[in-house]
């Protein structure tokens, strides 16, 4: 069974930090699309930093230079650093994997949320002020 499953989500206060983790099992992170995507409650979701080529990362303006996603290949696991967590990073994190596309850019996943096509059941990230 094809699965992804996301932790370590939490609460924490302004400018604290978190890693985020995505398990992959019955498939291979590596050279497709995969992303990190987040729901804020009565917000549709928004992808927030995505991953080509297992190296080539791309970021929303909003978290660049406060957040990283990187690919742990031993482990088949992608993560997500956040550090200098804002209140409006309060959200549902999901991961995702675009398993029938493969792209040069990580900002070229980034745009294309639609082809997901593998999801998490989310972690829930809480900032408070």
């Known amino acids: 069974q094809i699965r992804l499953v996301e932790s370590g989500g939490g609460s924490v206060q302004s400018g604290g930090s978190l890693r985020l983790s995505c398990a992959a099992s019955?498939?291979?992170?590596?050279?497709?699309?995969l992303a990190w995507l987040r729901q804020a409650p009565g917000k549709d979701s928004e992808g927030i930093a995505a991953?080509?080529?297992?190296?080539?990362?791309g970021y929303v303006d909003f978290v660049n230079g406060r957040f990283t996603i990187y690919l742990d290949n031993a482990s088949n696991t992608l993560n997500l650093q956040m550090n200098s967590l804002k209140p409006e990073d309060t959200a549902m994190y999901y991961c995702?994997?675009?398993?029938?596309?493969?792209?040069?850019?990580?900002?070229?996943?980034?745009?294309?949320?639609?082809?997901?096509?593998?999801w998490g059941q989310g972690t829930q990230v809480t900032v408070s002020s």
């Open positions: 019955g498939y291979t992170l590596s050279r497709n699309c």
């Open positions: 991953i080509a080529e297992a190296t080539n990362a």
């Open positions: 995702a994997a675009a398993t029938t596309l493969a792209a040069d850019s990580g900002n070229t996943c980034l745009r294309l949320k639609g082809k997901y096509n593998l």
